[in-house]
């Protein structure tokens, strides 16, 4: 009797922590619908919010760099918004003249392209012996009727649609270009504010919660903003890249296979195949031969982005495994369409680093290696081979400082132990600095090879 009441007291808390689980899920579910809805209501402010944080964060460097230079904080955001404004002022007035002018030539053209595509198609299936089945032939030539005439209808729509509803469209245009200024100035007062703003925000957090609140801010703005700006880069160069080939090919619409190049680019895996796709239709309808160039192009560049660009370019994002960035863009194209196809990845990696820091927190091992496949990163150890889950999290020690979430005129060293796994040390100033260690926890032997270290700077 006794070992079953005692199997029932043991046997509760685990149903109770079970049921607080499934509530937790349910519960987080019903919020994020939420949380969906109400952004769905508040679209004018959420696209404000929008463009006001990707402009900030593509400036951000910049601005950081001209601050470094000894210029005020607000004059370096100013210069940095200016010069962004600058580069995309410049690229579209040399890419709107051509691109508008071979969209109108595709659209005047299309109803003799829509033919030619069916001569083909006829040539094609009578080349595939299906004129000695009559079935098939009727099949066959009502599929290319109907497609002919609704690749005719789909053009003579947009045709209509350009010279009818868009003086309708007028006041909705003029409203969204209101947000896009109003989304700048908010990108002007981020830019120059935001080690203001999250000093006070982790105040605010309290002191508690301040230190885990500057490492979750640091990880989604290193997984976000770098992402985000290495998504930007390497879209506007895989674009004119593409762009200038096709020009050199002699492609009539050289300029819309670039923007539309460029554009999915930014859409990870399946954007380059839909602009691939795109690309290859656009050159079919001048001929065979440039059809062929036109891929060979694609790919030669596509590859040259990827594999030598990107990763220049991506050193200040978290690493995402291939598997884990297919399930996030299934997931967040689900939640959020093609914006959250886009967002998918640099979210993948915030998610991945904040596991990091609670495991590691709290179960006391070291989940990253150099070796790994889901969490491959460098590991870090104090100076007393202690794991610093929040380096771990971040991969890279000297965000904190370079990315203004904390002052700038306090620094830390970061050496390298020669051991196989070559796993980095964390100065322990910088490591007293960013978690609040106390400093008798340090061992003394680190303060002596600190002052040596400083000494022999001295002198040098």
Not at 96 to 115: D, G, H, M, R, V
Not at 282 to 299: A, C, E, G, K, Q
Not at 423 to 437: A, C, N, S, V
């Amino acid at each position: 009797m006794d070992q079953k009441s005692n199997v029932s007291r043991d046997s509760f808390p685990d149903w109770k922590k079970r049921g607080l689980l499934v509530w937790t899920i349910i519960g987080s579910v019903i919020l994020c619908a939420l949380i969906l809805y109400i952004l769905g209501i508040l679209s004018q402010a959420v696209e404000l919010l929008a463009i006001g944080a990707i402009v900030a964060f593509v400036c951000s460097p910049v601005t950081n760099f001209l601050e470094d230079k000894g210029i005020s904080r607000g004059i370096s955001a100013f210069i940095s918004l200016v010069f962004t404004l600058v580069v995309l002022v410049v690229f579209f007035i040399l890419i709107a003249q051509p691109l508008i002018f071979e969209l109108t030539e595709l659209l005047k053209n299309a109803p003799s392209y829509a033919s030619q595509i069916a001569a083909m198609a006829r040539e094609f299936w009578w080349n595939f012996d299906s004129a000695n089945n009559p079935t098939i032939q009727q099949t066959v030539e009502l599929v290319i009727e109907q497609a002919s005439n609704i690749g005719v209808s789909v053009a003579s729509g947009i045709l209509s649609w350009i010279s009818t509803s868009a003086l309708g469209n007028i006041s909705s245009m003029a409203n969204h270009l209101m947000i896009f200024f109003l989304g700048l100035v908010l990108s002007y007062w981020l830019a120059k504010d935001y080690p203001v703003i999250v000093r006070e925000l982790a105040l605010i957090a309290g002191p508690q919660k301040e230190n885990e609140f500057r490492l979750m801010l640091a990880i989604l703005s290193r997984s976000t903003s770098g992402y985000m700006r290495g998504t930007i880069i390497t879209s506007a160069v895989n674009g004119i890249l593409v762009y200038f080939g096709c020009l050199l090919l002699g492609n009539p619409y050289a300029a819309l296979i670039g923007m539309v190049t460029g554009i999915f680019h930014i859409i990870p895996v399946v954007g380059p195949v839909v602009s691939a796709g795109i690309a290859l239709v656009l050159s079919i309808l001048v001929n065979p031969l440039m059809t062929l160039w036109t891929l060979i192009i694609l790919i030669v560049f596509q590859n040259l982005v990827d594999n030598v660009l990107s990763p220049l370019i991506m050193a200040s994002s978290v690493k995402v495994h291939p598997g884990l960035s297919l399930l996030g863009i299934v997931i967040g194209g689900a939640l959020g369409g093609v914006v959250g196809t886009i967002l998918a990845i640099p979210l993948t990696a915030a998610l991945r680093g904040i596991f990091v820091y609670f495991f590691e927190k709290y179960s006391g091992r070291q989940i990253v290696s150099p070796t790994g496949a889901l969490f491959n990163s460098t590991q870090y150890v104090d100076e007393e081979g202690r794991i610093v889950p929040e380096i771990d999290a971040l991969d890279d020690p000297h965000f904190f400082e370079d990315s203004r979430l904390v002052d700038r005129d306090i620094a830390g060293h970061v050496r390298r132990k020669a051991t196989g796994s070559m796993q980095k040390i964390l100065g322990h100033d910088f490591y007293q600095l960013l978690f609040k260690i106390p400093r008798e926890n340090i061992d003394s032997s680190a303060h002596s090879s600190s002052d040596e270290v400083d000494s022999d700077s001295g002198k040098k």
